[in-house]
């Protein structure tokens, strides 16, 4: 998410998160992406310089386990399930729609998603920030790659989307990660209902967070400190769902859910400490298709 004149701090430390995995040796690390590091400023553009050494690595994850408790395991276990999932998709799917792209590089790092149409959605800041940051890198944006500036709480998503060249006859897979949260639930629901409009065979996969963690929060570990934090950058949580409820949802805007799962879950299957990711179990992934 992107707020006020400025790029999303939330999608800065999600970078820095994907720049310490790229960083392990290649036969240990979950996936590789080598834009991660173009988006770090600060002190977090300095940290991304010494995790080039395994012991300076190994200290920075110690000090920002310690400091935001389960966050730097969430992001790289959606990172690894969504890569995962997006490779699937995308044998079938024509297209590549990235909801709230924030500093996403799929488009960019994915054999997959070279032979496909992919729409990348943000608000203005960040959007303009990543262009101008990988063009450091890699030039000239690929062709195929459209940027469509979008706000989620005000504009249709389906405008936006015809307007970039969208072919909504197409099967599409579309990509809603670490935006949810953020919403109302009446924007959710919209996007929700105009997804379900797709044509069928296409492919939603999310990320929510259990409500509990909003209406309860001293039930998980760190979340208090974790909400307070959020509400200091300008980008409050404010949507979640029951997991438990989370199937009826999703057919009553006519999406089948097809996965459920805690970035814990994906985090354990890749071998990883449990330990490390305490305090985030109320983090979810998803998978949904278009059922018309």
């Known amino acids: ?40 400023r600060g ?52 297209q590549l729609v990235l909801l709230g792209a924030g500093f996403d ?3 960019y790092r994915l054999p997959a998603a070279e032979r496909v149409n992919t729409f990348e959605l943000d608000q203005p800041e960040t959007s303009l920030a990543k262009q101008a940051a990988l063009r450091t890198k890699i030039g000239s944006l690929p062709e195929q790659v459209h ?3 979008v706000d989620f709480n005000k504009q249709s998503l389906s405008d936006a989307l015809r307007n970039a060249g969208f072919d909504q006859t197409q099967p599409t897979c579309f990509l809603w990660e670490g935006v949810t949260n953020y919403l109302s639930a009446e924007a959710v629901d919209e ?75 994906v985090w354990q299957r890749a071998g990883r400490p449990a330990a490390e990711m305490r305090g985030y179990q109320f983090y979810r992934l998803a998978s949904a298709s278009v059922q018309r």
């Open 1 to 40: 998410m992107a707020t006020g004149t400025r790029a999303s701090l939330t999608a800065e430390y999600m970078a820095l998160f994907r720049a310490l995995e790229s960083s392990r040796p290649a036969g240990s690390r979950l996936f590789y992406d080598p834009f991660a590091p173009l988006f770090l």
């Open 105 to 107: 590089t799929r488009a």
């Open 191 to 265: 996007v929700l209902r105009q997804i379900s409009r797709s044509a069928p065979g296409s492919i939603l996969l999310f990320t929510y967070i259990d409500r509990r963690v909003l209406e309860q929060p001293e039930q998980f570990f760190g979340a208090p400190k974790l909400l307070s934090r959020l509400r200091s950058y300008g980008e409050p949580w404010t949507f979640g769902l029951y997991p438990e409820e989370v199937e009826q949802y999703l057919a009553a805007k006519a999406l089948r859910l097809m996965q459920d799962l805690s970035v814990a879950e």
């Open 43 to 94: 002190w977090r553009k300095w940290i991304s310089k010494i995790v080039r050494f395994d012991r300076g690595r190994q200290l920075v994850e110690r000090l920002l386990d310690r400091e935001s408790p389960g966050a730097r395991a969430a992001g790289i276990a959606r990172t690894k399930w969504i890569d995962d999932e997006v490779t699937r998709s995308l044998e079938t799917s024509k």
């Open 147 to 149: 940027f469509v500036t």
